[in-house]
């Protein structure tokens, strides 16, 4: 996670693994003049199922905050994922239990689905 205090945002995201994830989350914050601190993914083959953290720079994101989630989710419907866009304060916020990444996100991730009624990208 990114130590230089510059405003940031977190996107994560979880789907079925498939071909054109990594770019297609990558491109909209390039296209939305984002500059990429952190990613970090993983891929459960037993389950083929995709998992994403990436944190970016917000101080020239041509997006609002509060209109991140919408703007991504209108940009890759065809990846049909799920996931959610938080500050990260609040993910520093989340407890670790777990000892494996995918573990803890998709326990995060069910967490953000449960308390919404539905998944916040689909």
Known sequence: MSNTGTKSAILLVYCKDQPGIVVSITDFIFKNDGNILTLDQHVDTEHQRFFLRVEWDLEKFALAEDSIGSAF???APGLACSGSCISPATYRALPCLYQNFHIAFTTYCHAM??????????
């Open 73 to 75: 989710e209108s940009t």
């Open 113 to 122: 689905k449960l308390a919404n009624g539905r998944p916040i990208y689909h």
